[in-house]
């Protein structure tokens, strides 16, 4: 039996792992999907070091739940897992990138949009509009979110998902990461390909695994959002993987 602590993705909250965590439940294994700290229903106000912010939430987590840990993070999450792994890689059996920002030392989010500028972001950057008072992005076309987000997806799913997008704090783009060999490179680390993913396109994925290895590599033919497209076979993905 593991413990499964899931990360959401930038804009999304703990509800997109809705369909993952009664499967996981199933199989016998303790799963949490937290709201990161101002993401979702959480209310909490975003600090000005967000990422600090939310490696410390989620480290508490990993501090209480029963051994093997097995973190999952999707997409903009790769970031906290990278800085999860660093911070404490006794406590962490597993890190999982589902179509994850898997980065080197002193990059983040703003970086990966730079190096990578064929990825879909320019894309999704096109229906965000961004508040510089609040510090924060707001997904205002949804036809972009379901193109980026939601392109396999059932009709009705996409709808409730694009209904609960939050607000996204500007300053996680701006947040370099920090890990080494001795600490992150230690924990174990498997990543899910999205194979037809616009947001995060497969030979963006790759060419982050090239600068961290990952074993195993699992493809998945799906869009960015495996736990609408095919959580039945996501949720098999994550349990091989325990």
Same mark, same amino acid.
């Given at each position: ?13 703990g ?7 009664? @499967? ?10 937290p ?5 979702? !229903?959480?209310?909490?106000?975003f600090?000005?070091d967000?990422? *600090? ?6 480290? =508490? ?8 840990v097995?973190?999952?993070?999707h ?7 990278s800085? @999860?792994g660093e911070?404490?890689?006794?406590r ?9 920002? @898997?980065?080197?030392?002193?990059k &983040?989010?703003?970086?990966m949009?730079?190096?990578?500028p064929?990825?879909?972001a320019?894309? @999704?950057a096109?229906?965000?509009?961004? #508040?510089?008072?609040? &510090? ?7 036809? =972009? ?5 939601y ?9 409730a ?21 001795? *600490?992150?490179?230690?924990?174990? *680390?498997?990543y899910?390909?999205?194979?037809f ?17 990952? #074993?195993?590599?699992i493809?998945?033919? !799906?869009?960015h !959002?495996?736990f609408?497209?095919?959580?039945q *076979? ?9």
């Amino acid at each position: 039996m593991a413990s499964y602590i899931l990360i959401h993705g930038g804009m999304h909250g703990g509800w997109c792992w809705e369909k993952i965590v009664p @499967l996981l439940e199933a199989a016998g294994h303790r799963v949490l999907a937290p709201d990161l700290p101002g993401m979702g !229903s959480d209310t909490t106000p975003f600090a000005a070091d967000v990422m *600090r912010q939310w490696t410390d939430a989620m480290a =508490a987590l990993v501090m209480e739940a029963e051994v093997p840990v097995i973190l999952v993070g999707h997409s903009r999450a790769g970031v906290t897992l990278s800085e @999860l792994g660093e911070r404490m890689p006794e406590r962490i059996a597993r890190l999982v990138y589902l179509a994850a920002v @898997l980065t080197t030392d002193g990059k &983040g989010m703003g970086d990966m949009v730079v190096d990578f500028p064929d990825s879909g972001a320019a894309k @999704l950057a096109a229906g965000v509009s961004v #508040d510089d008072a609040a &510090g924060t992005l707001t997904m205002t076309d949804l036809d =972009a979110a379901a193109w980026g987000f939601y392109n396999m997806c059932a009709p009705e799913d996409v709808v409730a998902a694009q209904r609960r997008l939050s607000k996204e704090p500007l300053a996680i783009m701006a947040s370099p990461i920090h890990v080494t060999p001795d *600490r992150f490179g230690r924990v174990p *680390r498997s990543y899910i390909e999205t194979e037809f993913d616009n947001a995060m396109p497969l030979d963006v994925q790759r060419a982050m695994q090239r600068e961290w290895p990952c #074993d195993p590599v699992i493809t998945l033919p !799906s869009d960015h !959002s495996p736990f609408y497209s095919m959580p039945q *076979r996501l949720a098999e993905a994550l349990l091989s993987l325990a």
